[in-house]
């Protein structure tokens, strides 16, 4: 029984391991001082992965760091705040569709203002 059950579970646990997903951390802010909160812009991204067949995953595990980073790409050096996550999916004959859409406002850094 014992020679039957540890290959069982060592092939289970490699299995769940590669449902896995990588950590995405989202940055913050200490202080509002730091930006300007007059000029606030809306961003939106999104990114896709395909499970084929109920069973194979192409492309679902990096999805939230996907739309991140291209909301990063978007907002440029200006600050994120007020993030807001959401998870979507869509049958497909063969599959299911899985979306992550991660909206926020970027605000620009406050300038220093200069005294003459």
């Known amino acids: 029984m014992k020679k039957t059950l540890t290959p069982l579970l060592l092939a289970l646990s490699l ?3 590669a449902c896995a997903s990588p950590v995405v951390k ?8 730091q ?17 084929l067949l109920l069973f194979i995953p192409i492309a679902v595990n990096g999805r939230q760091r996907n739309a991140y980073d291209n909301l990063l790409e978007q907002a440029g050096d ?18 299911t569709v899985y979306t992550t859409t991660i909206e926020a406002t970027a605000y620009p850094k406050r300038t220093a203002d200069v005294k003459q």
């Open 15 to 17: 299995l769940m391991g």
């Open 78 to 95: 200006r600050l994120l705040t007020d993030v807001k996550i959401t998870e979507s999916w869509t049958y497909a004959f063969i599959g």
């Open 35 to 51: 930006i300007d909160t007059s000029k606030g812009e809306k961003l939106t991204a999104s990114a896709s992965g395909f499970q």
């Open 26 to 33: 989202l940055g913050s802010v200490s202080s509002l001082e």
